[in-house]
């Protein structure tokens, strides 16, 4: 049974229907790769996901280690191993990064009924992730986000996942938008972080960060629902026909 299950999930934000009877299965120790063009629906599944409050679940459930969580609060997800990483991360002036991760830790801690971490043990645990994450010293008093790069941006994201270690970590088109040296970084991340604890469901519409992260399954979004789903070759046809080819077999089964 996959960790992260989503059965005939149906959404809608106001009266816009967005996703429309969606299956995806989620599992620790693999890489799942979600893509599809834009307006498919990707970034809304990332979100209900997380539970953001702006969607509408109609039909359907999100089940995580065998609990519905459906109806549970982002920060109940969070606490349960869920990690998201967003396509575009908030900048906090005058929150240090430091205070931060200190700060997502301790809320950590205070739902397992645990004290609060020690500043002698944090400052351990978070050198340890900052070297894991291949991150400079100076990193954790700069405001969180507050006139990062895109790249410094995608850096701070695997920095908590190096932290809080979740068991899924949902990437949100976290490789949009950056240089070849900041797309390194987020796949030498991926590649790093992921494993037999944790599963990684990298959502994107380019194929570029799949040629360095290898994922071990592939499902193509359209339209609010999974139409395909197969192995990494998968890649490689999007690569070379582009979408157009999904439109076309879509339409064609809706014919028939």
Not at 13 to 29: A, H, N, P, T, Y
Not at 200 to 224: A, C, N
């Amino acid at each position: 049974m996959a960790e992260l299950e989503i059965r005939n999930l149906h959404v809608q934000i106001e009266d816009k229907k967005i996703l429309k009877g969606l299956d995806l299965d989620v599992e620790k120790g693999r890489v799942h790769a979600l893509m599809g063009p834009n307006g498919s629906g990707k970034s809304t599944l990332a979100n209900v996901i997380m539970g953001h409050p702006a969607y509408e679940v109609t039909e359907g459930s999100i089940t995580f280690k065998g609990e519905d969580i459906t109806e549970a609060a982002p920060e109940d997800r969070s606490q349960a191993g869920l990690f998201m990483a967003f396509q575009y991360p908030v900048a906090i002036p005058g929150v240090s990064v430091s205070k931060y991760l200190r700060m997502i830790i301790n809320a950590q801690r205070e739902a397992r009924g645990e004290a609060q971490i020690k500043i002698k043990d944090f400052a351990k645990t978070a050198q340890e992730a900052m070297e894991l994450a291949n991150i400079p010293k100076d990193f954790s008093s700069r405001y969180l986000n507050d006139g990062f790069s895109g790249g410094e941006k995608k850096r701070m994201e695997l920095l908590q996942l190096a932290l809080l270690r979740p068991e899924i970590a949902v990437l949100d088109e976290t490789d949009s938008g950056l240089d070849i040296d900041a797309l390194r970084t987020v796949a030498d991340g991926v590649n790093k972080f992921s494993g037999p604890d944790m599963g990684v469901l990298i959502i994107t519409h380019y194929q570029r960060i799949l040629s360095m992260v290898k994922p071990d399954q592939v499902s193509i979004m359209f339209e609010g629902r999974i139409v395909k789903e197969g192995g990494p070759e998968l890649v490689g046809v999007l690569e070379e026909k582009g979408y157009g080819w999904i439109r076309e077999e879509v339409g064609a089964g809706a014919a028939a």
